[in-house]
């Protein structure tokens, strides 16, 4: 699950959540992880843990635990069924990419390929015609010789 430059943050943030299914993340390793400004920030931590159009929100706290000094940044949030559909679906997009990119490759070495045959079959062609031209002149040549030959040979006449 490689990010490209150009994915952005939203997606950086759903599939970093993703891989961390199982193990879940606190806010702080989240944000570290994102390597973004605190704007930047502001708008993941909304985005991700609060309900947008009616749906779930992506990320849900499973565990609350204090520290000492009562920082509840180490909750531990999961990525939740919506949070997990979200980004199976960006990945499942991102693979129909490359197999499109892929076809499509092998799709223009296809017609590539169709030309050089087609290109290489009509010069077959044309020389087989003119040597069928060559042919037919030399038969003819031989055909006039041959008769030369007959009309003036007493033997055969």
């Excluded at 079959?121 to 044309?126: D, F, K, L, N, P």
């Excluded at 040549?141 to 007959?150: A, P």
Aim: avoid cysteine; charged fraction near 25%.
């Amino acid at each position: 699950m490689k990010n490209s430059p150009k994915d952005s943050i939203y997606v950086k943030a759903l599939l970093w959540g993703y891989k961390k299914q199982h193990t879940g993340f606190t806010k702080a390793e989240m944000k570290v992880a994102l390597n973004i400004s605190e704007t930047e920030w502001s708008w993941v931590d909304w985005v991700f843990t609060n309900a947008l159009n009616g749906d779930a929100p992506l990320f849900w706290y499973g565990s609350f635990n204090k520290n000492k000094n009562g920082d509840t940044d180490h909750t531990r949030y999961y990525i939740t069924v919506v949070g997990m559909s979200a980004a199976v679906d960006y990945l499942e997009l991102k693979e129909a990419q490359r197999g499109g990119r892929n076809a499509m490759t092998i799709a223009i070495i296809s017609i590539l390929v169709s030309i050089v045959v087609g290109v290489i079959q009509i010069y077959i062609e044309i020389k087989a015609s003119r040597n069928q031209k060559d042919f037919n002149e030399i038969s003819a040549k031989n055909e006039v010789i041959d008769s030369v030959k007959t009309k003036t040979d007493p033997m055969k006449g």
